[in-house]
């Protein structure tokens, strides 16, 4: 492969690294930590794999108990690298043979193989321009733990995997489960070879290499390569080279292992989450949510209260002075609910009965109807963590929202244009009636002392000051029964106000609580999914 398509790999996997780091940290707290960590690891892992040595290509023979592997990997080898046979009837360590020696002692540390071999080269695998290292491994089959252990490990470090098997055991249950099939999107970096098949009949061979490719695409390595060979008799064997070295001078097997590995931890992260979008936090949700919140925090009494204080106060201010100071005895509703400083920045809290029993759950029935309907549509696990973030703050619900609506200006003390005039005019009415009063008064008490009483001006027949009483009276019953209409009206329309701006206080406070975590949790499964997309792209 050219250096411009070896960088365009090595870009795409940055790109998808990056990608599967975020969606990382994005479903902390919401998936299994376990996981996590195993794709923490593998980003580690991947991380370490990059800065070291780029141009040596790792390849490990992989096989059971019996299997010819050190056998196969000493043919392939063109040298006895790996003692086998009776002296050394099992692997007990890694072995590696090295081509190409320049940077692979780095390499070779952090794979943890100290027994290493410089190899001469071999015609149609490697010389020592190459940069191949071949891994001779422990069987995946041994009995002792610390061989089980290495091969596990090597299975997720090698840049290549070279699976050996054997006519008699190439369809064990325990390479297909445990190993093969749970590296299925490892096709591109994974060599199957048919050891052995010297001890097979010719007509056998390709009927058991059928029988092998079908196994292998149960497994998801349909496209797999499958060769045939036989250590003893040196059949294959160059087949077996050409492929490895098909793999090496293509020089993008570990970015290809990489990748391999980020799209299988992409789809663990895939399982583990489930698939799907939140429906998300919409218009009609927040409004139903800021309704019954506003319910549950007594918005409607502090409304009704603020219609009755102002007709309270402008029958006070426009009401018959003669009967108006009786409304001092009526108590100022909004001031028995500490809603009537001049200033709504001077109150913290408010008087209001404090939330009990069926408000807490309407508030709660809110909140989950609210998570319910932004949440459809997730993924359990993230279903869940929008929940409980539309739950987190519910505890300071009922302060805040009292609070809010503290803070909230609802005009109490606020005059309107129309009270002075309407007073001016009330009390010239009442001094009218005074004044025809007075008038009648003084003409009765001249005709008491058996005075000359001088003639009253009429007006239509009329005693002024009969119709100074009549006319102060009427204009005053008018004036008080006019300004009830109008402070009613007026009432409406500022009991209005104060249900639109409580309403924004109540909402502004569900933003904050309810609303901004959770679509908070919504963009956060967007971005997850979007990141594992990215990281999971073919």
């Given at each position: 492969m050219s250096r411009h398509g070896s960088a365009r790999v090595s870009s795409q996997l940055d790109g998808r690294l990056e990608a599967l780091n975020d969606a990382r940290e994005l479903a902390e707290g919401v998936l299994p930590d376990d996981v996590l960590e195993d794709v923490l690891r593998l980003l580690e892992r991947a991380a370490s794999r990059r800065s070291l040595s780029a141009d040596h290509t790792v390849v490990g023979f992989f096989g059971a108990t019996g299997s010819g592997k050190s056998s196969l990997f000493n043919a392939v080898s063109g040298a006895e690298i790996a003692t086998a046979a009776v002296r050394r009837p099992t692997t007990t360590e890694p072995l590696a043979g090295v081509w190409g020696a320049d940077g692979s002692d780095p390499l070779l540390d952090w794979l943890d193989v100290r027994s290493r071999h410089h190899a001469t080269p071999v015609d149609g695998l490697a010389d020592d321009?190459?940069?191949?290292?071949?891994?001779?491994?422990?069987?995946?089959?041994?009995?002792?733990?610390?061989?089980?252990?290495?091969?596990?490990?090597?299975?997720?470090?090698?840049?290549?995997?070279?699976?050996?098997?054997?006519?008699q055991k190439y369809a064990d249950a325990a390479v297909h489960n445990d190993f093969l099939a749970p590296l299925a999107a490892h096709g591109a970096v994974t060599l199957v070879v048919l050891n052995q098949t010297d001890r097979l009949p010719d007509r056998d061979v390709r009927?058991?290499?059928?029988?092998?490719?079908?196994?292998?695409?149960?497994?998801?390595?349909?496209?797999?390569?499958?060769?045939?060979?036989?250590?003893?008799?040196?059949?294959?064997?160059?087949?077996?080279?050409?492929?490895?070295?098909?793999?090496?001078?293509?020089r993008q097997a570990s970015a290809q292992r990489l990748t391999a590995d980020v799209a299988r931890a992409s789809r663990q992260l895939r399982e583990v989450s489930g698939d799907g979008e939140a429906a998300g936090v919409r218009a009609g949700s927040k409004a139903r949510l800021a309704d019954e919140l506003a319910t549950a925090a007594n918005v409607p009494l502090v409304v009704a209260a603020v219609d009755r204080s102002y007709r309270l106060e402008s029958a006070h201010r426009t009401g018959?002075?003669?009967?108006?100071?009786?409304?001092?005895?009526?108590?100022?509703?909004?001031?028995?609910?500490n809603l009537?400083?001049?200033?709504?920045?001077?109150?913290?809290?408010?008087?209001?009965?404090p939330a009990g029993a069926p408000e807490r759950a309407?508030?709660?029935?809110?909140?989950?109807?609210?998570?319910?309907?932004?949440?459809?549509?997730?993924?359990?696990?993230?279903?869940?963590?929008?929940?409980?973030?539309a739950r987190e703050g519910r505890e300071r619900l009922p302060d805040a929202l009292d609070q809010a609506i503290a803070g909230t200006d609802l005009s109490a003390a606020r005059k309107s244009w129309w009270w002075p005039l309407f007073n001016l005019v009330q009390w010239l009415a009442l001094l009218t009636v005074l004044g025809g009063l007075g008038w009648l008064g003084v003409l009765a008490g001249l005709g008491y002392l058996q005075l000359p009483v001088p003639d009253v001006p009429r007006v239509e027949g009329?005693?002024?000051?009969?119709?100074?009483?009549?006319?102060?009276?009427?204009?005053?019953?008018?004036l008080a029964l006019t300004g009830k209409f109008i402070g009613a009206a007026a009432a409406r329309g500022r009991a209005a106000t104060a249900r639109k701006r409580l309403r924004t206080a109540v909402g502004n406070v569900a933003e904050e609580l309810v609303v901004e975590p959770v679509e908070v949790e919504v963009a956060r499964l967007r971005s997850f999914n979007t990141s594992l997309d990215k990281a999971g792209a073919k």
């Amino acid at each position: 492969m050219s250096r411009h398509g070896s960088a365009r790999v090595s870009s795409q996997l940055d790109g998808r690294l990056e990608a599967l780091n975020d969606a990382r940290e994005l479903a902390e707290g919401v998936l299994p930590d376990d996981v996590l960590e195993d794709v923490l690891r593998l980003l580690e892992r991947a991380a370490s794999r990059r800065s070291l040595s780029a141009d040596h290509t790792v390849v490990g023979f992989f096989g059971a108990t019996g299997s010819g592997k050190s056998s196969l990997f000493n043919a392939v080898s063109g040298a006895e690298i790996a003692t086998a046979a009776v002296r050394r009837p099992t692997t007990t360590e890694p072995l590696a043979g090295v081509w190409g020696a320049d940077g692979s002692d780095p390499l070779l540390d952090w794979l943890d193989v100290r027994s290493r071999h410089h190899a001469t080269p071999v015609d149609g695998l490697a010389d020592d321009e190459t940069g191949l290292i071949l891994l001779d491994l422990p069987d995946f089959d041994s009995t002792r733990a610390a061989n089980r252990d290495i091969v596990q490990r090597m299975v997720g470090l090698v840049d290549v995997l070279v699976w050996v098997l054997d006519p008699q055991k190439y369809a064990d249950a325990a390479v297909h489960n445990d190993f093969l099939a749970p590296l299925a999107a490892h096709g591109a970096v994974t060599l199957v070879v048919l050891n052995q098949t010297d001890r097979l009949p010719d007509r056998d061979v390709r009927p058991v290499l059928e029988s092998l490719q079908g196994i292998l695409a149960r497994d998801g390595l349909g496209s797999v390569q499958v060769i045939g060979a036989s250590a003893v008799t040196g059949a294959g064997v160059d087949r077996v080279r050409a492929a490895i070295r098909h793999v090496v001078l293509q020089r993008q097997a570990s970015a290809q292992r990489l990748t391999a590995d980020v799209a299988r931890a992409s789809r663990q992260l895939r399982e583990v989450s489930g698939d799907g979008e939140a429906a998300g936090v919409r218009a009609g949700s927040k409004a139903r949510l800021a309704d019954e919140l506003a319910t549950a925090a007594n918005v409607p009494l502090v409304v009704a209260a603020v219609d009755r204080s102002y007709r309270l106060e402008s029958a006070h201010r426009t009401g018959w002075p003669v009967t108006r100071w009786l409304l001092k005895f009526r108590p100022d509703p909004l001031r028995r609910l500490n809603l009537r400083s001049t200033s709504p920045a001077e109150l913290s809290r408010t008087s209001l009965p404090p939330a009990g029993a069926p408000e807490r759950a309407r508030t709660d029935a809110a909140v989950r109807q609210f998570a319910d309907d932004a949440s459809a549509g997730a993924p359990g696990p993230w279903r869940a963590a929008i929940r409980g973030a539309a739950r987190e703050g519910r505890e300071r619900l009922p302060d805040a929202l009292d609070q809010a609506i503290a803070g909230t200006d609802l005009s109490a003390a606020r005059k309107s244009w129309w009270w002075p005039l309407f007073n001016l005019v009330q009390w010239l009415a009442l001094l009218t009636v005074l004044g025809g009063l007075g008038w009648l008064g003084v003409l009765a008490g001249l005709g008491y002392l058996q005075l000359p009483v001088p003639d009253v001006p009429r007006v239509e027949g009329w005693p002024v000051p009969t119709l100074m009483i009549a006319g102060g009276a009427v204009l005053g019953i008018f004036l008080a029964l006019t300004g009830k209409f109008i402070g009613a009206a007026a009432a409406r329309g500022r009991a209005a106000t104060a249900r639109k701006r409580l309403r924004t206080a109540v909402g502004n406070v569900a933003e904050e609580l309810v609303v901004e975590p959770v679509e908070v949790e919504v963009a956060r499964l967007r971005s997850f999914n979007t990141s594992l997309d990215k990281a999971g792209a073919k």
